[in-house]
C-alpha cells in the first residue's frame, strides 16, 4: 500500500476565510487515502525554515503575515504550491482565489437594489483582496448612480491596538449625516464599523447599514453582531486547491494561471434590516414586498393596502428606486427562490411554492431571466 502524500495548509487560523478552507480541504482530502493534511494549529508567522526537512509533498498556502516571503521560500524550495490566498497577483504560480471584484459587485447590487443612494467602502489599503473588492463595489455603484466613498483602517493600527476596541473608523462614522450603507471588507472589518457604532450611539441599521465579506460565524449568530455577510465559495476553492496541487505533486503540467470562483449569496440578517430609502410610501410597498411575495403579493394588492393609486406608486418607485413595483416583486421572488435553492435540500417544486410561483416552471424561466442561471447550476453552488 503507498504511504499516503503529506499535504500541508499554512495560514493564519485566526482568520474564518482560511479556516472555511481547511474546512473544504480537509473535507476532500478525508475521501482520499492518497493525501494526510497537516495544518500548524499556532501558526501565525510566515517562519517556513523547517519545511526543507519535513516530509511535506506539497503546500496549499492560505492568507497569512508576510505572504510574499512565505511563498518566494516555497517557490525556492520547488515544492509543488497552490496559493488560495487572494493576497496578491499571480507570481508564477497557481491561484485559486475568490473574484474579489464580483464580491464588490455583488456587494454594491445589494445595497442599491434596497434603495441606499449613499455607499461607503471600508477595507485595507495594503491587501490585495480589499484592493479587488473596492474596485468592484466603485465600478457598480457608479455604474448604477449611487455616490461612493473609500476608507481604510490606518496603517499598523492592529498592531499597536492589538485589535481591540474602539477603532479609528468612529472618525468618519461621526462625519455621516444621512443614511448610509457601509461595505467592509471582511467579517472583522464589519465587526469594527458595528462596535465602533455601538460605542458613539449611532444606530444599526436605522442610521448605518452594514454588510461584510465571510459569514464567519463567529460575527454573524451572537446577539450584538448578526452581520449581513456575502458568502464565498470557500468548498470550490478547497476543492479545486487539492485536486490541482494533487496534479502538481504527481509531476503533471498545470500551467501557472489564476483561477477566480465566484462568490455564493448575500445573506441579510440584522445588520441590513432596512430600506435606503427616503419616501415613506415606498418604504411601506417594500416591506410589503419581502412579507407576501410567497402570499402572491401583487401591484394592486400593494396599492390597495396603502390606499394609493398604481399610477401614483409606479411613479414614486421610478423616483425613488428606478424601477417598477412588478420588477421588484419579481427580483424579490426570484432571489427567495435562488437562496432556497443554495440554502435548503427542498425540491424545486417545493421552492417554487414557497416563493409563490405557479409552477417549477414559472420558477426556471424566472431564474433564467434574472440570474441567467437553471436550479441545477445554482445547487452546484450551494455551501455545505
Request: hydrophobic share 40%.
Amino acid at each position: 500500500m503507498v504511504a499516503a502524500r503529506q499535504i500541508l495548509f499554512l495560514g493564519s487560523l485566526s482568520i474564518g476565510y482560511n479556516r472555511d478552507i481547511l474546512r473544504s480541504i480537509g473535507a476532500h482530502a478525508a475521501m482520499d487515502p492518497r493525501m494526510h493534511i497537516l495544518f500548524p494549529t499556532d501558526y501565525e508567522s510566515a517562519n517556513a525554515t523547517g519545511l526543507e526537512h519535513a516530509d511535506i509533498s506539497g503546500v496549499i498556502v492560505g492568507a497569512c503575515p508576510q505572504f510574499g516571503q512565505l511563498l518566494s521560500h516555497l517557490v525556492r524550495m520547488k515544492k509543488p504550491v497552490v496559493d488560495v490566498s487572494a493576497e496578491r497577483d499571480s507570481l508564477g504560480h497557481t491561484r485559486i482565489v475568490t473574484d474579489d471584484q464580483e464580491v464588490g459587485k455583488l456587494a454594491a447590487d445589494y445595497f442599491i437594489d434596497r434603495g441606499f443612494k449613499h455607499l461607503i467602502y471600508y477595507g485595507m489599503a495594503a491587501r490585495h483582496w480589499s484592493a479587488m473588492r473596492w474596485r468592484g463595489f466603485q465600478q457598480q455603484a457608479q455604474y448604477r448612480g449611487a455616490s461612493v466613498e473609500h476608507f481604510d483602517r490606518p496603517t499598523g493600527w492592529a498592531n499597536y491596538r492589538a485589535g481591540f476596541f474602539p477603532c479609528p473608523v468612529a472618525e468618519w462614522i461621526r462625519s455621516i449625516t444621512h443614511l448610509t450603507a457601509v461595505f467592509a471588507g471582511d467579517d472583522l472589518l464589519g465587526a469594527e464599523v458595528l462596535e465602533a457604532c455601538r460605542q458613539i450611539n449611532i444606530s444599526v441599521p436605522d442610521q448605518l447599514a452594514i454588510l461584510s465579506v465571510d459569514n464567519d460565524d463567529i460575527y454573524n449568530t451572537w446577539r450584538n453582531s448578526r452581520l449581513s455577510s456575502v458568502v464565498l465559495n470557500t468548498p470550490e476553492i478547497g476543492r479545486r486547491a487539492v485536486d490541482t496541487l494533487f496534479r502538481l505533486i504527481q509531476g503533471r503540467s498545470v500551467p501557472p494561471r489564476t483561477v477566480l470562483i465566484s462568490p455564493v449569496q448575500r445573506v441579510t440578517r440584522f445588520s441590513t434590516n432596512i430600506f435606503g430609502v427616503s419616501d415613506p410610501l415606498v418604504r411601506e410597498a417594500l416591506e410589503l414586498i419581502y412579507a407576501g411575495f410567497g402570499k402572491g403579493i401583487s401591484v394592486k394588492r400593494i396599492a390597495s393596502e396603502l390606499a394609493v393609486s398604481r399610477p401614483t406608486l409606479e411613479r414614486r418607485f421610478a423616483l425613488e428606486l428606478n424601477r417598477t413595483p412588478a420588477a421588484e416583486i419579481s427580483r424579490v421572488q426570484a432571489e427567495f427562490a435562488r437562496r432556497r435553492l443554495l440554502d435548503t435540500d427542498k425540491s424545486v417544486s417545493q421552492i417554487a411554492t414557497e416563493a409563490g410561483y405557479s409552477s417549477a416552471r414559472q420558477l426556471r424561466a424566472a431564474l433564467h431571466q434574472h440570474f441567467a442561471a437553471t436550479p441545477r447550476n445554482l445547487r452546484k453552488l450551494k455551501v455545505t
